[in-house]
């Protein structure tokens, strides 16, 4: 059923019934059509009403069925609203909780709109890289006023119903019938003539081209790659500049050239893959999840104090555990340093920052933290550690407790097996700095429960982190993949790039930084350590040593003020540094490679078909679930520009057959045999199919 009829007196109900938040698909527009046409047939019928079952009046047009022939089938979103406008009898929009896109620009094509407080009223088109296509663009500034309209479109922020009563007829108290007060609201407007158009007012802006020039260079100024801000502010101008008609026609050209763009379908992968990372086939929705209500930290170091505070920002207490009590001082000050850096930007009250503070507590007694629901270790990165601090916690920690480990590449099961419960354990690979960065990695041991997972993403959802799941195996999905990327940087410098360059090609690319200004930031000795470890344990993996050179003249980044680059203190500007250079270029010659120009080109192929071979790697052992969870992690853990949606989606854009004949190309090169073409993608590429393909 996607829209129910029902007559009220001489009031016809047409309630958009498509769950989860009735998205204006086809059927729905159809049986809404339908709908209003009967209700015009119908003598006995005096006015309209439409509102939405559920959580929603409507979440807009139907996002799924974008690209596809429904999307372009009739009744269009178009000629739905047109229906409603042109109707003989008053039809009114009875709004609650959320009415977003097509649906506020349905609302906006009804002649009287009412609604609840509280409901969440946007045109969040430009986030989807698109902008409002039903008329959206005409109709707001008509109600709202241009600059009111303008922000809301630009900005697609939802904006909640009681802040925008020039936009409604009435705004009803919190506790009252929306569906009554509708009705009796028709019946009293079912005689007033003539029905009210938004398309018939005027947009009074003096001077509003001005107003128009400046928001362009603004726009212009923060959109970055993305075309759909500015497009926004073009068809926003139409409101002013054009007839109606012209205008709707201006802005359906230019919705139809941004639903075409890549950047638009990226982000609207990147809204699903959002989503669609927290579903494990054999987990179910429904699956019963542990309560969290008190939490504890093993670990008061930089990870630990910023897992800390993600707790603390969910409003959860935590206690910090530590061995020495200087540590634990350290770290409390640190978490509070860090909050009170928070207020003085403006982004947190100073009593918020008590009120947070007071959640947390700290103790060097394991017994102190046997009561909490879950304990987080976040010790030294190194096995004996763990063993010690897991073997503690089963003895100490109350029966039900979840167990986790921060881990960004231990063996989880080996973790699980140093306890009695190997059904607690999980890891919950968090990002530096942890109370900032969005990605969690959730790893999923062979012996997780289900009911532990399914608690760790909601834990997740609640600490408004993204989760991913994760299988076991070294260094996860991330890691692993960013050791194939950070191989090929290394490889590029003996090959004849200097850093500056690489990193130059990867931001142009669109990460937010390249492999060395990120060695720098997040310390190379991290990667030297992990390599000494490869070195003993698969010594058949080649690996450049410039970067060892590099950590043996002490070199490790930022922290020692001097990495691939020098740095000044408060300055991360990275500058180059001649004797790094002059050691890469002596390197080369050691090797007795002859070293030649590189292409930006091959710099970029590279380093992203490194990764997006891994990543088929990664997909066909079954350690990530579905290509766009390595997407999510790529894009909120590691840099990677959203508008190319991620390492995965990315090569379906390129075509996974060139993709191919690249690393074909680069495996006949310098350290070919890093460039083994996983056969998951050899045989996409060969049924020219995509990761994504659905
Ligand atoms: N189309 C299809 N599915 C949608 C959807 C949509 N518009 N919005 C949400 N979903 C699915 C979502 O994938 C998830 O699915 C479930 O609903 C719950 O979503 C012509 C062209 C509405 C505020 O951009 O902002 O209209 O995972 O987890 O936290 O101008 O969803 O359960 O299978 O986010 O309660 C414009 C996008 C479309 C709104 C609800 N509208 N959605 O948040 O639930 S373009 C949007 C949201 C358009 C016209 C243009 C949020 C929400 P599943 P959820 P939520």
């Given amino acids: 059923m996607t829209a129910e009829y029902q007559v009220h007196g001489a009031v016809a109900v047409i309630t958009l019934n498509n769950p989860p938040v009735n998205g204006m698909g086809l059927e729905t527009r159809t049986a809404a059509v339908k709908g209003i046409q009967r209700a015009l047939a119908d003598d006995a019928v005096k006015a309209i009403v439409i509102t939405g079952a559920g959580k929603a009046f409507s979440g807009g047009a139907d996002i799924k069925e974008f690209n596809t022939p429904k999307a372009l089938t009739e009744p269009s979103l178009h000629t739905l609203i047109a229906t409603a406008e042109s109707a003989t009898k008053p039809v009114v929009a009875a709004i609650h909780s959320v009415c977003m896109g097509g649906g506020l620009e349905l609302s906006l094509g009804c002649h009287y709109r009412v609604a609840m407080p509280g409901a969440q009223i946007a045109l969040p088109e430009v986030k989807l890289g698109l902008l409002p296509g039903a008329g959206g663009t005409q109709r707001l500034p008509r109600v709202l006023g ?59 802006y003096p001077n509003h081209e001005a107003f128009l020039q400046f928001s362009r260079n603004t726009v212009k100024a923060m ?83 910023g897992i800390a505070m993600n707790f603390l920002n969910a409003g959860i207490p935590v206690t910090l555990l530590e061995t020495r009590q200087e540590a634990l001082d350290k770290g409390i000050a640190t978490i509070r340093k860090n909050y009170e850096n928070t207020v003085k930007k403006g982004k947190l009250t100073a009593e918020k920052l008590e009120q947070r503070m007071g959640l947390l507590n700290s103790t060097l007694a394991y017994e102190d933290i046997a009561g909490a629901d879950i304990v987080v270790e976040a010790v030294f990165e190194d096995m004996g550690v763990k063993e010690a601090v897991f073997r503690k916690l089963d003895e100490v920690m109350k029966p039900g407790a979840i167990l986790a480990t921060n881990t960004s590449t231990l063996d989880v099961d080996q973790i699980a097996a140093f306890t009695g419960r190997p059904q607690d354990v999980i890891g919950t690979h968090f990002f530096s700095p942890a109370n900032v960065m969005k990605l969690l990695e959730i790893v999923r041991g062979s012996q997780t429960g289900k009911d532990v997972l399914a608690t760790a993403l909601a834990l997740s959802r609640k600490l408004k982190k993204t989760g991913v799941v994760s299988g ?47 060695g720098d930031l997040a310390g190379n000795d991290i990667g030297w350590a992990i390599r000494k470890r ?21 070199r490790y980044g930022q922290k020692t003020g001097a990495g691939w680059y020098d740095y000044k203190p408060g300055d991360r500007t990275a500058y180059p540094n001649a004797q790094v250079n002059a050691m890469i270029v002596q390197h080369s010659a050691d090797l007795g490679i002859g070293r030649r120009k590189i292409s930006d080109k091959e710099i970029v192929e590279r380093l992203v078909y490194a990764l997006v071979n891994e990543g088929a790697l990664i997909l066909e052992e079954g350690v990530a679930l579905r290509a766009s969870d390595i997407d999510m992690v790529y894009l909120t853990g590691y840099g990677f520009p959203l508008y190319r949606g991620g390492p995965m989606f990315y090569a379906d854009t390129v075509g996974l057959p060139n993709v191919l004949a690249a690393i074909h190309q680069y495996a006949r090169g310098h350290h070919g045999e890093a460039w083994q073409p996983a056969p998951l993608l050899v045989k996409l590429a060969e049924a020219n199919l995509g990761f994504n393909s659905k």
């Fill in 146 to 204: 241009l600059e009111p309209a303008l922000n809301m479109i630009v900005s697609g922020t939802p904006v909640p119903s009681e802040q925008l009563p020039a936009l409604f007829d009435e705004i009803y108290a919190a506790d009252v019938d929306l569906l009554q007060s509708a009705v009796a609201f028709a019946e009293k407007i079912a005689d007033v003539r003539p029905l009210p158009k938004v398309r018939e007012r005027k947009v009074d």
């Fill in 223 to 305: 959109a970055g790659p993305f075309p759909a801000p500015l497009e926004c502010v073009e068809t926003v101008a139409a409101s002013v500049t054009m007839k109606f008609e012209d205008g709707l026609k201006f802005e359906r050209e230019r919705f139809l050239h941004l639903i075409q763009t890549t950047e638009s379908k990226a982000l609207r992968h990147a809204f699903f893959a959002e989503r669609m990372a927290s579903k494990v086939p054999d987990v179910p929705a429904d699956t019963p999840v542990r309560t969290i209500q008190r939490a504890a930290i093993v670990g008061a170091g930089t990870m630990g104090g």
């Fill in 472 to 518: 076991v195996c070294d260094g996860f999905i991330g890691n692993r993949m960013i050791e194939q990327y950070s191989r090929q940087a290394g490889f590029l410098l003996e090959e004849g790039a200097l850093p500056e360059q690489v990193d130059k090609a990867a931001e142009k690319f669109g990460f937010a930084m390249g492999p060395f200004r990120m």
């Fill in 534 to 554: 490869r070195y003993v344990e698969k010594p058949e993996i080649s690996y450049s040593r410039t970067a060892d050179l590099l950590c043996e003249m002490g």
